[in-house]
Each structure stands twice: as C-alpha cells, then as structure tokens.
C-alpha cells in the first residue's frame, strides 16, 4: 500500500539533527523508521511516523523544509531471501527502485519494507500479485 | 477618477517653463554657495569658475563635481552653507559603505523634503483617508523621517512603526487597517512571507499601496511584493545627501521615477570622463539641489548607475523620469573581471521560482575569484532524493551563468537561513582581501 514518508532536508551543521528529532518529541510524533540520504553538504531525511501531517505542520512552523513523499510499504516474512524475492519480483516487470529501507513489525516473523520505486503504483500492484501483505496500522494520519 | 496630485502646478509644469524655473534658482543657488562654503569656493576658482559665469542651467556643466569623498572629508560642518543655529535637524547616512555622511536641514528645507514625500504618497493613490504604516526605520535614516513628514503632509493617518517588529509590524497593519505601507523592498519581502506563514492571503490585508525604496531592486521582485501583499509598490528614490527619499517617485505608470525638477537639476555622465551625455544614455546620476539652504550640494556625484526620459507620461507629470539604478556602482562586483551586479542574480532567483532570500560570497581562493549564491529552498521545491537538490542547484548555476558570464557554485538552503533585513538588506559578503 501507498505510504507517507515524511522527508526532511538537513544542513549538514552540528545540532540540526537534534533539532529536528526534538521538535518530533515535543509534538508527540513517534518515529518508527527512519533513513538518511546524504550530501557532504546536506542530508535527506526519510522517516516513517505515527503522524506525517502533524509532524510536517510543526516543521514548517519551525521554519525547518520537510514534505511528503508517497511510498510503498510492504511486509515480508523474516527469512533469509524474502527481501530478494520482493525485489526480483519488481526487477522482473521492470520496475526500477529509487531506494528503500526496513524496519522491523514488533513481531519476529516479519519485516516491513519501505520502497520508492520510479511507478509507485505499478510496484504496488506487483508486489500484491506476488503475495505480499501491506503494512498498515501504525499511521493515524 | 480624476488624477491626483499634490501639487498639481509645479508637477505637471510645461517643461520650459520647469527648465527657466530651474535657471533661476540655479543662478541664486551657485551664488550662495560661493559665498557661504569655503570649501566648495576653492573647488570654484580651482576651476577659474565664477558665480556670474553661471547664468542658467546650460552654464552648469562649467561647475566643479563633488563626491561622497567631499564630504567625508569636510566632516562634520565644511559643507555647512547657514549658520549652525538656522539648522534644526541632522539626518546621517546608513553607513552601508562606511564612513557615515551627515546632512542638516533648515526649517525650509526639511518643508520641502516632506513636499517631495507627500507628492510620491499622493501619487501611489494616498489621499487624507489613507493610514500610512511607515515601516522604514526612524532616527538617523532619512527613510523613517521623510516618509512620516510626507505622510504628515498629505494628512494621512501616520503609523510611526519604525522598522523590525514584524508581529507587531502585522498586528497594526490588520488592527489598524493600514492602506499605504512604506520600507526598505526586502523587508517588505518578509512582511509578506511571515503573512503567508501566518496563514493569510494575501486579500486578508487592507493594504493598496506600498512605498519602496533606499535599495536596489528588481522588476521581479516588485511583482513578489505585489503579488505577496495584494498591492501596487511604487519606487521611490533619494539620498541623504540630497535630502532623503523623494528626490524621485514612481507614479502608476510604473515606468520610471519623476524626478523633482523644481528642487533637483539632474545630469547623467560619463562616469570616466565627466562628460555630460545625451538624453536616454546610461551613465552616472549626478544631482544639483536648488532649493536646499543648509547643505546645497552643486553637482553631487552619486554611485548610482541609470538612464533618464523625458518621454511624455500619462500620469500627466512632466518631470524627467529616471530608470530605477542598475544599482549603485559600489554594490558592483567583479568577479574574475566580469562586472556583476547582485540585481542580476536576483532577476534569475524570482524567474526560477525561487524566494528573494539569497546571499552572495565572493572570495578568491588560489588566486582565482569564487563566487558562492546562497539561496532558500521552498517546501515545494524539495525533493526526497539529493539528487533532486543537487539538480536543482546545477540548474540555478547555468540559469546564472547565463545571466552573467560566470559560473556560480549554487547551495540550496533551508528557509530561514539567510538573515531577514529590516532595514537595508546585506546580501553580499565579499572575503577577498585585495588591498590591506
């Protein structure tokens, strides 16, 4: 299913991170995966939270730059191979994924897997005629 | 609806008769400062120039130029033309490129300063009915002072704000229903960001009008303000050295600003040779007062760079229009020999979308110039990969490169960033240490 990431741009500059993670915990945003894309000048915040809106609102009321960027998540079993098969399953109808990262369920049988392909919705629809559950429940927004 | 003027005979006077008026004047104006100013009488017989050669406004170019150095060096009272106890007031420039100037006005001369203001308010649509938010600073600055006494003049309902504040700067605006806002074009760029901020649109305001000047800046921008604030923003011009703002003003037309002729002679020059050149050419500014007593300025040399019209305009003012400056040429830059002007890389921001929050460094690393633009990023303009930012800043570089003939190394920053001005905006930082 179709996601919100909260991303986040970052001046590579002591105390911005902080900044950042702070002003999440003081609007009682719980951060449940996050990824960092970075620059030697700045970084790309990509996290995954109870409440994208919320967060982005305080953001920008802060003066800090964030949006939201729309991205599958999926689960799949904690297995050797199970993330491989997801994406061969892509690779094979030739969808190209731009990145993605995992985090765990709370449940030591599964994973879940947070990916931007270049056709979100075509990724989707293959990786639900492959078998693999959405996520879902963890965003009240 | 009939046109509006403050003084409607003196400002749309047949241009002859504008031109005998200014002989006149000029004529008396020489010959008081001959008598009164002795560092100005030396430049005069330096020349072999006398009063008497001085005949009208045709024997002008027979007089000696004086400059910001002038002044600097006659420090504080040389140029004082009154005795001291005629003045009642001193205005001082910012001081943006150094050592400050100070200027002293009689009672007369400070009437026909707020006569200039009023005429630029009542031409940007000010009438009694208006509430006038003077937002340029207050004190030293002639901003803060010329704009009150015009508004004073025009017997609008003055808001005495000074600059900064901008919460209490919005509070008044939207409590007190401010029709006419005055102040520097980069803070009234962020009284229109921190509106947006607060979630009002731009028609949530009563503003119609604003009054902009005391820096250099773009078409582009004019058309963010507008667009930011609701209203129509109207140029104004001037120097402390020749009063304050109202040396010039912007009339509905927007094309240009009436200069006013019955106080102000002005020439554009060859800034080389000091040569007079023709209608339309571009060239420096150089301003003859003939109105002021205390601090009459004959041939002052500005820094700004333009070009005058006399075309007619349907405003109905027949004073010659002067283009906005290029900017004045100690904002110039050059950077590995190629003249830069800050304007031109603010055109590029606004035509690509970008906010006008930028700042330029200039430094020389290995002997070769570098030239670093800091600009805000806007929420829209983000993207999730760095890739994206990336791209977005070689894009900015080669629109730049375009513009100027060099390449700039472009960093996207996050907004807020850059310091807010709210006086006269500092947007270029220049490291090279060439003379010590």
Known sequence: MIIKQLTVFAENKVGYLSEITELLAENHVDMKALSIADTKDFGILRLIVDKPETALAALHKQGLLGTITEVIGTEISNKTGALSKALTVLAKKGVNVEYLYAFLSGSEDSAYVVIKATDNLAAEKILKDAGFKEISGFSAE | ?436
């Not at chain 2, 649509?125 to 006038?132: I, L, N, Q, W």
């Not at chain 2, 109105?291 to 004959?298: G, M, V, Y």
């Open chain 2, 1 to 436: 609806m009939e046109k509006q003027y403050y003084q409607k005979e003196i400002e749309t006077m047949p241009v002859e008769k504008i031109k005998a008026l200014q002989s006149e004047k000029l004529c008396k104006q020489v010959k008081h400062v001959y008598e009164n100013v002795p560092y100005y009488r030396d430049l005069m017989d330096k020349k072999g120039v006398r009063p008497e050669d001085i005949r009208g406004i045709e024997d002008l170019h027979k007089l000696p130029f004086i400059s910001k150095s002038d002044l600097r060096e006659t420090y504080p009272y040389g140029m004082l033309a009154v005795p001291l106890s005629d003045c009642v007031r001193i205005q001082s420039t910012s001081g943006t490129t150094g050592k400050r100037v100070i200027a002293y006005y009689t009672k007369h001369d400070i009437d026909l300063w707020e006569d200039c203001c009023a005429r630029a308010i009542v031409a940007a649509g000010g009438t009694k009915e208006d509430v006038v938010q003077v937002a340029y600073g207050y004190g030293l600055f002639t901003g803060g002072a010329g704009l009150h006494g015009g508004s004073h003049k025009v017997g609008s309902l003055t808001l005495p704000m000074s600059s900064g504040n901008t919460e209490r700067q919005i509070q008044f605006m939207l409590d007190l229903k401010s029709t006419i806002i005055c102040c520097t074009p980069s803070y009234a760029a962020y009284i229109g960001e921190t509106l947006k901020e607060q979630g009002y649109k731009p028609e949530d305001n009563f503003l119609k009008a604003g009054i902009f000047g005391a820096e250099p800046w773009t078409e582009e921008m004019r058309r963010d303000i507008e667009k930011s604030l609701g209203i129509k923003a109207y140029d104004i011009y001037g120097l402390t050295e020749t009063s304050g703002p109202g040396v010039a003003f912007e009339c509905e037309e927007q094309n240009g600003m009436h200069i006013n002729e019955d106080h102000f002679i002005a020439e554009i020059i060859d800034p080389d040779t000091g040569e007079v050149l023709p209608e339309g050419s571009k060239g420096k500014l150089v301003f003859t007062s003939l109105d002021k007593e205390a601090f009459p300025l004959l041939r002052y040399r500005t820094r700004d760079i333009c070009v005058l019209s006399r075309e007619k305009c349907s405003c109905g003012r027949t004073f010659i229009r002067m283009a906005k400056p290029m900017g004045r040429s100690d904002d110039m830059l050059i950077i590995r020999g190629v003249n830069v002007f800050p304007s031109q890389i603010e055109t590029v921001l606004l035509n690509e979308g970008y906010a006008p929050n930028y700042r330029i460094e200039v430094d020389r690393v290995n002997n070769s110039d570098t030239l670093d633009v800091y600009v805000e990023l806007l929420p829209e303009q983000l993207s999730d990969t760095p890739d994206g930012v990336i791209k977005r800043e070689k894009d900015l570089s080669s629109a730049i490169t375009t513009m100027l003939g060099i390449r700039p190394t472009v960093h996207l920053v996050p907004p807020k960033t850059i310091t807010r001005s709210e006086g006269k905006a500092v947007r270029v930082v220049d490291k090279r240490k060439l003379h010590d």
